[in-house]
């Protein structure tokens, strides 16, 4: 094969296609071909420290661009004049067209080179001029760097593909050898460095002989290892798949867990509530209306008039007589349409208690209220600008509008509006954003080229805010019209003030019915474990927000739950404004539908709850559950307990209360101590002595002398046994939960801010006993969500949350025995135990620990206490875990004006 040919091969459409999918080019895959000459040349240079090198066959001189910029003198040819052709202008004077089968080519700069470099050159030439090529190599080199596929058959300019022996025998019948020190394998598997050598050449070949075998022996066992490697690799990646399913599976099935037992819940709720019998009159209610005459005549003559052409004159009549049921019946396609939407209105007005309706009209702010805090808003001595952070995606432009109208007529003008929009197809939504920033300059657009998902969205939103706050809004939500004048008369108050936050409630899709209100407690921490209570309107300093690194969108469905938990790590300036600011809009898709219409977002508010607690460094874990949403579980050793129990009851109770406290105690760590009166404790020494041997745990009887009360006796009691623990329980309680005991003691021995943890109590029927008391400034207790479901949400919220209260009865209540010494114990200076509890857990929160109801502690009575607690006190309002609307607690119900 002659020159001529060599230059007519390996043209232009040769070097597109010599790597299939990767063209010889110095800009194909971001200069791939330029990184893998640069690393060559490097490793030569370190090793061999040419001074001049000459490149045979030296295609694009990728090679030669490598040493030239290393500061090497260059030479180089090759066969293709295409190739010379695509070289870098600077170094075309050093290159030429030739073969290396021409010896001038060799002498023509210099008569010797430090290094030949001839890489994948040899195997595109016959046989006959390869061995020439090397001859002359040979003869003007002191090192030669060589690479020649040995396995390659299939590319068709592949002359002579010969094993790498051969071609060393070629080199060492002209004086050179390999140096086996040097290593490229890993970029070039054949590239090997050659040096001439003076010695006996037969020991040399017997020694290239063995290394050769030596590197085929080492290569065949590398090859069965990374075969052996890939394998493991597909194992594990098989492996990791595995866990991801099972994993996955799992969630699966504790996901359906959770509906089914909510389901079982609801359905346990419905048929013990008026709705179920409401629904069931219903029902007959509709049959009645579709068996009316009337109605089936109407319907009659509306199908005979849809289906046949009515004279002019027909259609006239109905055009008159449009109050007439006839013509209220042509917007339904049929009776039963029209029954089920009578039905709807009916079941619409008695969906939410007609008492919240009466209350929004009652505490409406006025259009004359409304113009005075314009006014008032100016008379502001602190007026921090205020930055709407608002990510918009996929909304239809009336509901976009009205959520900005919302923002537009706030009362208090120092804001601005930072919109994130991602949905770049809408081309109406982009065009009605682009007009509203031009003709109002506190309004930010940033029209996004692609969705970041709801935590990079309001990203981009809140780098674009300014304002000393941020005010969180959802792009299908509205706010109060007097929200910001609100926040910032409370900022006036409390100008340090960090985070705030208001209630809320429900707005149709529509805008026109309001429901589902949500009041809300001071700052509760621990609610957060259950519900992100917080929800909206919230308030946030920009720079705290900025300080913790914004949205994490590895939280996406629960990126403000996740966001709340790191600002309330940082601050405790938190503060409730006991008002409605906000309107969730009730819509497919939103959260405010539940769960379902965003499954991904339990996971992402397990990831948030867990992230909070590692970095809080509290030593728990935490679970989906069925019931309450979450339940925490601390992971530190079970701790002591001692049980004090309230024996003064009938013997009957004190007996099931015993064997209750017992069923699901541990007696290497629990010890029981029952106080009863002397009456009783004569009375049942046989009983106590045979109930002592029945149940598991240590048990000792106290009884109560006649010279000191019931309640220093407990007192003494409470102190009797050294522990951990010192946990309350009345001899009332018939039954509880399996690890009620480790879930009130692993709170007040694990959370440093919990004083004392009560059970939820309850009756065997599920109704609610007591979920925490509220305190009035007499210090009467009031039993929160008494009578109410265990399976209701109303409007402060569920008995299933953790909850925060301000103390507790004798039910089944536990402190730290370290704290409860320190409190000074129950004291006797009260009338009753149950004040002294009161009192005990008051003097609790002075010392800024807080009080917490457990809703996976569960203490069972057997009937509904009578309510003979105080009536209700105005001092009520004071309590944090609490709110000022309510004018009654049993049952619970807001306040109204008279």
């Keep these: 094969m002659n020159n001529l040919k060599y230059q007519d091969l390996y043209n232009e459409d040769y070097y597109l296609k010599m790597v299939p999918g990767l063209p010889y080019d110095r800009t194909a895959n971001d200069g791939h071909w330029l990184r893998f000459f640069n690393s060559v040349a490097e490793r030569l240079i370190t090793y061999v420290s040419p001074k001049s090198v000459l490149d045979v066959g030296c295609a694009k001189g990728f090679l030669l661009e490598a040493f030239y910029n290393r500061g090497t003198l260059i030479h180089g040819f090759d066969c293709s004049e295409y190739a010379i052709s695509c070289l870098r202008e600077d170094l075309k004077p050093f290159v030429f067209v030739s073969s290396a089968t021409n010896l001038d080519a060799f002498q023509?700069?210099?008569?010797?080179?430090?290094?030949?470099?001839?890489?994948?050159?040899?195997?595109?030439?016959?046989?006959?001029?390869?061995?020439?090529?090397?001859?002359?190599?040979?003869?003007?080199?002191?090192?030669?760097?060589?690479?020649?596929?040995?396995?390659?058959?299939?590319?068709?300019?592949?002359?002579?593909?010969?094993?790498?022996?051969?071609?060393?025998?070629?080199?060492?019948?002209?004086?050179?050898?390999?140096?086996?020190?040097?290593?490229?394998?890993?970029?070039?598997?054949?590239?090997?460095?050659?040096?001439?050598?003076?010695?006996?050449?037969?020991?040399?070949?017997?020694?290239?002989?063995?290394?050769?075998?030596?590197?085929?022996?080492?290569?065949?066992?590398?090859?069965?290892?990374?075969?052996?490697?890939?394998?493991?690799?597909?194992?594990?990646?098989?492996?990791?798949?595995?866990?991801?399913?099972?994993?996955?599976?799992?969630?699966?099935?504790?996901?359906?867990?959770?509906?089914?037992?909510?389901?079982?819940?609801?359905?346990?709720?419905?048929?013990?509530?008026?709705?179920?019998?409401?629904?069931?009159?219903?029902?007959?209610?509709?049959?009645?209306?579709?068996?009316?005459?009337?109605?089936?005549?109407?319907?009659?003559?509306?199908?005979?008039?849809?289906?046949?052409?009515?004279?002019?004159?027909?259609?006239?009549?109905?055009?008159?007589?449009?109050?007439?049921?006839?013509?209220?019946?042509?917007?339904?396609?049929?009776?039963?349409?029209?029954?089920?939407?009578?039905?709807?209105?009916?079941?619409?007005?008695?969906?939410?208690?007609?008492?919240?309706?009466?209350?929004?009209?009652?505490?409406?702010?006025?259009?004359?209220?409304?113009?005075?805090?314009?006014?008032?808003?100016?008379r502001f001595n602190y007026k921090p600008s205020l930055s709407v952070i608002l990510p918009v995606y996929k909304l239809p432009l009336s509901i976009l509008k009205e959520t900005i109208n919302s923002v537009l007529q706030q009362t208090y003008t120092n804001w601005e509006l930072c919109i994130a929009f991602a949905d770049i197809n809408n081309s109406q939504n982009i065009n009605y954003l682009q007009k509203l920033s031009l003709q109002d300059n506190r309004v930010k657009l940033n029209i996004m080229p692609e969705n970041k998902g709801i935590s990079g969205n309001s990203n981009v939103s809140l780098k674009m805010a300014s304002g000393e706050f941020i005010v969180l809004l959802d792009h299908d939500d509205l706010l109060s019209p007097s929200a910001f004048y609100e926040v910032i008369n409370e900022l006036n108050k409390q100008p340090d003030i960090d985070f705030i936050y208001s209630d809320k409630d429900c707005v149709s899709e529509n805008s026109m019915v309001r429901s589902r209100l949500l009041l809300k407690p001071q700052w509760s921490p621990e609610i957060l474990y259950s519900a992100n209570y917080l929800t909206h309107l919230c308030i946030a300093r920009r720079d705290l927000v900025e300080k913790i690194g914004g949205f994490r969108p590895e939280t996406d469905g629960a990126q403000d739950w996740d966001l709340f938990f790191r600002i309330t790590e940082q601050t405790s300036r938190i503060a409730r404004i006991h008002s409605v600011l906000y309107h969730w809009r009730i819509i497919q898709g939103s959260t405010s539908l539940g769960i379902d219409s965003k499954p991904y977002a339990l996971q992402a508010q397990l990831q948030s709850i867990q992230d909070h607690l590692i970095r809080m460094q509290?030593?728990?874990?935490?679970?989906?559950?069925?019931?309450?949403?979450?339940?925490?579980?601390?992971?530190?050793?079970?701790?002591?307990?001692?049980?004090?129990?309230?024996?003064?009851?009938?013997?009957?109770?004190?007996?099931?209360?015993?064997?209750?406290?017992?069923?699901?105690?541990?007696?290497?760590?629990?010890?029981?101590?029952?106080?009863?009166?002397?009456?009783?404790?004569?009375?049942?020494?046989?009983?106590?002595?045979?109930?002592?041997?029945?149940?598991?745990?240590?048990?000792?009887?106290?009884?109560?002398?006649?010279?000191?009360?019931?309640?220093?006796?407990?007192?003494?009691?409470?102190?009797?046994?050294?522990?951990?623990?010192?946990?309350?329980?009345?001899?009332?309680?018939?039954?509880?939960?399996?690890?009620?005991?480790?879930?009130?003691?692993?709170?007040?021995?694990?959370?440093?801010?919990?004083?004392?943890?009560?059970?939820?109590?309850?009756?065997?029927?599920?109704?609610?006993?007591?979920?925490?008391?509220?305190?009035?400034?007499?210090?009467?207790?009031?039993?929160?969500?008494?009578?109410?479901?265990?399976?209701?949400?109303?409007?402060?919220?569920?008995?299933?949350?953790?909850?925060?209260?301000?103390?507790?009865?004798?039910?089944?209540?536990?402190?730290?025995?370290?704290?409860?010494?320190?409190?000074?114990?129950?004291?006797?200076?009260?009338?009753?135990?149950?004040?002294?509890?009161?009192?005990?857990?008051?003097?609790?929160?002075?010392?800024?620990k807080r009080g917490l109801v457990n809703p996976h502690a569960r203490a069972f009575l057997a009937y509904l206490p009578t309510n003979d607690f105080s009536e209700f006190h105005e001092s009520l309002a004071d309590d944090p875990y609490f709110h000022p609307a309510f004018g009654s607690v049993v049952p619970l119900k807001l306040r109204l004006k008279t």
């Design 618 to 848: 509290l030593p728990a874990t935490v679970s989906p559950h069925p019931e309450s949403g979450f339940q925490l579980e601390w992971t530190t050793p079970p701790s002591r307990v001692s049980i004090v129990i309230d024996g003064d009851v009938p013997w009957d109770s004190l007996s099931t209360c015993i064997s209750a406290v017992s069923e699901f105690a541990d007696a290497k760590l629990h010890k029981a101590i029952v106080v009863l009166p002397q009456s009783a404790y004569n009375t049942y020494q046989n009983e106590l002595e045979i109930l002592s041997k029945k149940i598991h745990i240590p048990i000792n009887f106290l009884p109560i002398p006649e010279e000191k009360s019931k309640l220093t006796t407990l007192a003494e009691a409470a102190k009797q046994n050294i522990a951990d623990v010192v946990l309350f329980v009345s001899g009332q309680v018939v039954k509880f939960n399996k690890g009620w005991i480790k879930e009130l003691s692993g709170w007040v021995i694990n959370h440093p801010d919990i004083g004392f943890a009560s059970a939820l109590v309850l009756t065997d029927k599920n109704i609610v006993v007591e979920a925490g008391l509220v305190v009035d400034k007499l210090d009467n207790g009031y039993p929160l969500l008494r009578e109410n479901n265990l399976y209701s949400w109303e409007i402060f919220g569920g008995a299933l949350w953790y909850r925060n209260c301000s103390a507790s009865s004798l039910w089944a209540v536990a402190f730290s025995y370290e704290h409860y010494l320190n409190l000074g114990g129950l004291s006797s200076d009260y009338p009753s135990v149950h004040h002294s509890i009161i009192k005990l857990c008051q003097a609790s929160r002075w010392t800024n």
């Design 108 to 378: 023509r700069n210099q008569e010797n080179y430090d290094l030949i470099t001839c890489i994948e050159v040899v195997e595109h030439m016959p046989r006959d001029e390869a061995l020439c090529a090397i001859k002359n190599m040979c003869q003007y080199a002191n090192a030669i760097f060589f690479s020649s596929t040995s396995d390659d058959f299939a590319e068709p300019t592949h002359l002579t593909v010969l094993p790498r022996i051969n071609w060393l025998n070629v080199f060492l019948s002209y004086g050179f050898v390999p140096d086996y020190k040097f290593y490229i394998s890993d970029l070039i598997p054949h590239g090997i460095l050659l040096r001439r050598i003076e010695s006996d050449r037969q020991e040399i070949n017997k020694l290239i002989e063995f290394n050769e075998w030596n590197i085929d022996n080492t290569k065949y066992h590398i090859e069965i290892i990374d075969k052996l490697r890939l394998e493991q690799i597909n194992l594990s990646s098989q492996l990791i798949d595995l866990q991801v399913e099972l994993k996955h599976s799992q969630y699966q099935f504790l996901q359906t867990q959770v509906e089914l037992e909510e389901f079982r819940n609801l359905v346990a709720w419905m048929e013990t509530s008026k709705f179920w019998k409401l629904r069931l009159t219903c029902l007959n209610f509709k049959e009645f209306i579709l068996n009316l005459p009337l109605i089936t005549l109407c319907n009659n003559s509306i199908t005979k008039f849809r289906q046949k052409r009515c004279s002019l004159f027909v259609k006239r009549i109905f055009n008159v007589v449009k109050n007439v049921v006839k013509h209220k019946l042509m917007g339904f396609r049929t009776n039963i349409d029209f029954a089920d939407t009578l039905i709807a209105k009916i079941l619409q007005s008695l969906a939410d208690s007609p008492e919240y309706g009466q209350w929004i009209k009652l505490y409406k702010v006025t259009k004359e209220e409304l113009e005075q805090q314009k006014i008032d808003a100016l």
